[in-house]
């Protein structure tokens, strides 16, 4: 287990300098930074080339990511063009975007996997079709419809949430935006629960458990939940990146100043240094993620060694 560990931290090391070069590179072909620090007027010559010596942007584009990479391994993610440390933001908007993952990943794993469990044990029957379609229509309906229905009902009908998170986020108040944002990973987590159980059940070991005169609920817990959770875990340590990267959309609707929210503004205003940084720490998040969900395979299933 340990040489495994080892191994595969060694290979996130191409893994996140190709990541983080890609971004860089995408990042500086999105136009001319300085230009919009200007305004709507267009810079004087000596104005922009003290701002690109300032910001290091009158430099060749490797010599950039090099020593942008070189500030990334002492913590230094450099400065937003308003004067403000990325950290700083960092800071900020990361506590509130974890709060709400946290809160859509235990939504998709208590109900996505429980009703899975529920249709897979009862393919075929009235409540397998009725979840199905109540999934089918969630994939179908847009995130931005779904966050914008809820809050008009929930919250300006109804009067039972606030139409906008306070700068705080609490875990109370990110509970409508979590479900938003987990609503479509919530039903795939569903329908791979229900695949995986419904394959499972008629497998050998399953019925030898049950020929064995073991309870249903040990049957179902032990043998039968356990090998099939494990596309629905890859499914969701893939997932936790994406929830935090793709907030934008829910952040947007219920004014959240999380991580999708520091994105929007750092493409809107082309500031180049923030979106890099925010996709730096995004990528380990990726990262980190797929190496807990190889490891939690052997937890899962003890056939599973890692040499």
């Known amino acids: 287990m340990g040489r495994y560990v080892v191994r595969r931290l060694l290979q996130m090391i191409p893994v996140f300098i190709g990541a983080t070069l890609l971004i860089f590179l995408m990042v500086n072909v999105m136009g001319d930074p300085i230009a919009g620090l200007c305004g709507d007027r267009q810079c004087d010559p000596a104005t922009a080339a003290q701002l690109k010596k300032e910001f290091g942007l009158d430099k060749p584009v490797w010599q950039q990511y090099l020593t942008y990479m070189g500030n990334v391994f002492t913590g230094d993610f450099g400065t937003a063009f308003n004067g403000q440390e ?5 800071a900020t908007a ?6 709400l993952t946290i809160v859509a990943i235990l939504f998709e794993v208590v109900i996505g996997i429980t009703l899975g469990v529920v249709t897979g044990l009862r393919r075929g029957r009235p409540v397998d079709t009725s979840v199905l379609m109540f999934t089918l229509v969630v994939i179908s309906v847009p995130t931005f419809v779904t966050g914008l229905l809820l809050q008009l009902l929930l919250g300006v009908e109804w009067g039972w949430i606030k139409p906008s998170v306070s700068t705080d986020a609490t875990f109370s108040e990110l509970i409508v935006p979590g479900l938003v944002l ?25 019925r030898t458990a049950v020929a064995k005169g073991l309870p249903r609920r040990r049957v179902i817990t ?4 356990r090998n099939s959770l494990i596309p629905v875990v890859t499914f969701i340590g893939t997932d936790i990146g994406a929830l935090m990267g793709g907030a934008i959309v829910t952040e947007r609707i219920f004014n959240i100043h999380g991580v999708g929210y520091q994105l929007y503004q750092g493409i809107l205003r082309q500031n180049t240094q923030t979106v890099v940084g925010f996709v730096t720490v995004l990528v380990l998040v990726f990262l980190v993620a797929n190496l807990l969900v190889d490891l939690l395979y052997a937890v899962l299933d003890p056939r599973i060694r890692y040499a």
């Not at 990361?94 to 709060?99: L, Q």
């Not at 032990?222 to 939940?225: A, D, G, I, N, Q």
């Open 182 to 206: 987990a609503s479509v990973s919530l039903a795939y987590v569903t329908r791979l629960t229900r695949t995986s159980i419904a394959e499972n059940r008629r497998s050998d070991y399953v």
């Open 94 to 99: 990361f506590p509130v975007t974890i709060r």
């Open 222 to 225: 032990r043998h039968l939940l």
């Open 86 to 90: 990325v950290t700083e933001l960092m």
